[in-house]
């Protein structure tokens, strides 16, 4: 049975083919090269116009950095957004931001997840602050030679945010497409990082046997929320996925739509009112 990078790097050649209408072997796999035209970007994460449904709320503070990760061995952007109105966010718990395979903490503005975080606490959600990192294109898993983004997302990054004054001792997820997956791995190392209490995994690229089925059970006490688009390739995983979770996941919604940011967009507000309410409660009972 194939796991780890190598099924990873195959997941995302059958994206690629799905995108180009060819076989695997046309889409590269064979060679484990993994090419990013145009025509895929939408299908990870970060088609040329992303700017639908956005909402029109003020962004708050935003900051883009970058900091030195010796988790990831490199430096790496770092984005952080308090919600309007929230000032400079002390005291308030994070929700980290895990990108897809083609996008970085530098397109996180122009995805306007600041806006979409203000109109979610405008519109009753409590407030929570984003934190995002530059993982690369390793499904937030690493490739086995020092290059660690779990461990950057469970030590570095919550460290970073208590610098601000931010409350890292709740702590939630955010992922879309391969950023989805990392969510999930991030809620299965539970034992390990206690702060995290709820994951919003938006169209997460996983597939039938890799890490995220096989651990399926330390999901069990962490809140989850999986959305996935009707169109998108990868709905029959996602929904074998939350079939085998138990308990069940907390939403498993099922739209019109792709594995695009369109779509992402549409379900955003849905996420982080989920992320929100757990993140004010407390862990899962």
Avoid at 14 to 37: E, N, Q, R
Avoid at 53 to 79: D, H, M, N
Avoid at 232 to 259: C, F, K, N, T
């Amino acid at each position: 049975m194939n796991s780890g990078p190598a099924r990873r790097k195959v997941l995302l050649a059958g994206l690629a083919a799905t995108a180009c209408g060819v076989g695997l072997a046309g889409a590269g796999a064979a060679s484990g090269v993994i090419p990013v035209p145009g025509r895929m970007r939408s299908l990870l994460g970060g088609e040329p116009d992303p700017t639908e449904g956005i909402p029109p709320a003020a962004e708050g503070e935003i900051r883009i950095q970058t900091r030195q990760s010796a988790a990831r061995g490199r430096t790496v952007g770092f984005f952080t957004a308090v919600p309007a109105g929230s000032g400079s966010g002390e005291g308030l718990p994070v929700c980290l931001v895990l990108h897809g395979a083609s996008a970085t903490t530098a397109d996180f503005r122009r995805f306007g997840l600041a806006r979409f975080l203000t109109a979610a606490v405008q519109a009753g959600v409590p407030p929570f602050v984003l934190a995002g990192a530059d993982g690369g294109r390793t499904f937030w898993r690493g490739d086995g030679a020092g290059d660690e983004p779990q461990r950057m997302l469970r030590e570095e990054i919550p460290a970073w945010c208590a610098e601000r004054g931010f409350d890292v001792g709740r702590i939630a997820a955010y992922g879309w497409s391969m950023g989805g997956h990392g969510a999930l791995a991030l809620a299965q190392s539970k034992a390990d990082f206690p702060a995290i209490r709820a994951v919003a995994a938006l169209s997460p690229a996983i597939s039938a046997g890799d890490e995220v089925f096989s651990d399926v059970a330390r999901l069990a006490d962490v809140a989850v929320g999986l959305w996935c688009g009707l169109s998108d390739p990868l709905l029959p995983a996602v929904q074998q996925l939350a079939a085998a979770m138990r308990p069940s996941p907390e939403v498993a919604s099922w739209g019109s739509g792709s594995h695009t940011r369109a779509y992402w967009n549409q379900v955003t507000p849905a996420a982080f009112s989920l992320i929100g309410q757990r993140l004010s409660r407390g862990a899962r009972s």
